[in-house]
């Protein structure tokens, strides 16, 4: 069982409004026909918290209106080398998906073959290959949240909005667009949401 309390994206109202702006001015502007164009980065650093990491994970995807535009960049600090007592979100989300890697002998002469079985699952693993983006370090490395939140830029592509969230994360029903909605209602294309999600026990 996963163990914890979950964070929640709180359900706001949805306005749909229009961006006329050039597509050629930095930074990028939204796509003017609404939300639901516009693709998402969400950064999500964890320190040893892999299980709850890949709940987070698989529910991002899960209630997206439109998962397809959604990108994420995994800061993973983990026990590198005792990997099956500290597993990494990504293995925890394919492991959810039904795709787990295979329990491989001790060994240098294993490595070959446990990273090739690690490749398959990873390329059958639904979205891990295009649109989940890794970093992993071994926790003893770690110097504190801010540090590795500073990560994110490394795996960041160009996607027209950046979202930062914690590992342990639940979301409403179209959280994609309903959180570019709130955005778009700022009316201020340098316009920065943040907020302190309630705790799962509040959520009714």
Known sequence: ???????????????????????????????????????????????????????????????????????????????????????TCLDEYCKLMGFETKDHPPGVAHKGEKQADRDAVRKACPRAEKQIRTLRFHHLASKGP?????????????????????AAMDFVEGWDVKVVGQWQMTGNEYGVLSALPFSLKDRE
């Open 1 to 87: 069982d996963i163990e914890g309390e979950f964070n929640y994206i709180i359900n706001y109202t949805n306005t749909n409004t229009n961006n006329n702006k050039s597509n050629n001015q930095y930074p990028i502007p939204p796509h003017s026909n609404g939300p639901a164009k516009s693709t998402i980065f969400v950064s999500i650093p964890h320190f040893r918290d892999g299980k709850r990491c890949g709940q987070t994970l698989q529910r991002l995807f899960a209630t997206a209106a439109h998962p397809d535009r959604v990108h994420v960049g995994l800061i993973e600090q983990t026990d590198t080398e005792h990997p099956q007592d500290d597993p």
């Open 146 to 166: 801010v540090y590795a939140r500073s990560f994110a830029r490394k795996l960041l592509g160009n996607e027209e909005f950046c979202m930062e969230i914690d």
